[in-house]
């Protein structure tokens, strides 16, 4: 019984205690303490930002060398657009060797006749590849183009610049399809790598190698793109 007295008792001195230290808790503070976030405001993706042209070169690597050329590009929606496309190239036979005369130390060709240069201008459409599934830093497309195209000949034995007055001038077509992808999240600036294939036919023939007659001059292009949207 006294035990029993002696435990009520220490538990009541112990509920006191509790109860002393409980009042001296400070009052929680009025101002809550839980971080509220607003709402983000929405991701604008690059191709929507209200840019809707953009002009740029091409540097290219061709099947006889080196080609370099620009473009202007107007978006129509989220995924098309349209590009007008100039590019210069350089034509040769597959079969021309360039050699160097030891006694003059300059380089010359065999049987060569002509100098071919061509200018295709092609109106292109363009569509973007995955759009929603893909991150905006990475935008493949597809991409077909045609228009006309300027063959100008300069003949070979003539120096080059004085050569370009006995120029003559050919027409045909040009027709290319491709691949690439954009690269990067700047809205302002275009950087991407595409590769084309072309079809340049000119049935009569033209001559870079005397007697041997070059019937189609496009191939295949490797593209690097830049520009500026605005």
Do not use: C
């Not at 409980?22 to 809550?32: E, G, N, Q």
Request: without cysteine; hydrophobic residues 40%; charged residues 20%.
């Amino acid at each position: 019984m006294k035990k029993l007295i002696l435990s009520v008792i220490a538990l009541l001195i112990f509920l006191n205690l509790l109860y002393s230290q409980d009042k001296k808790v400070k009052p929680p503070s009025a101002r809550d303490s839980i971080i509220v976030y607003d709402s983000p405001s929405d991701f604008r993706l690059v191709d929507t930002v209200g840019f809707k042209k953009a002009w740029g070169i091409d540097l290219s690597v061709a099947n006889n060398g080196f080609a370099f050329g620009t473009f202007y590009k107007y978006n129509l929606r989220d995924v098309y657009s349209l590009h007008i496309v100039f590019n210069f190239m350089t034509a040769k036979d597959k079969n021309e060797v360039e050699y160097i005369d030891p006694w003059t130390g300059q380089t010359f060709v065999p049987n060569k006749v002509n100098r071919i240069m061509v200018l295709p201008i092609s109106l292109s459409f363009q569509y973007r590849l995955f759009k929603d599934a893909l991150a905006d830093n990475f935008r493949p497309f597809l991409t077909v183009g045609v228009g006309p195209t300027l063959i100008f000949t300069t003949p070979y034995e003539k120096e080059f610049f004085n050569s370009l007055k006995y120029g003559r001038a050919h027409y045909t077509v040009n027709f290319y399809v491709g691949a690439g992808a954009y690269i990067g999240l700047d809205p302002r600036t275009i950087s991407g790598l595409s590769v084309r294939y072309y079809f340049i036919p000119y049935p009569k023939g033209i001559e870079s190698l005397r007697n041997k007659p070059i019937k189609e001059f496009g191939g295949i292009n490797l593209t690097l793109s830049f520009g500026v949207n605005f």
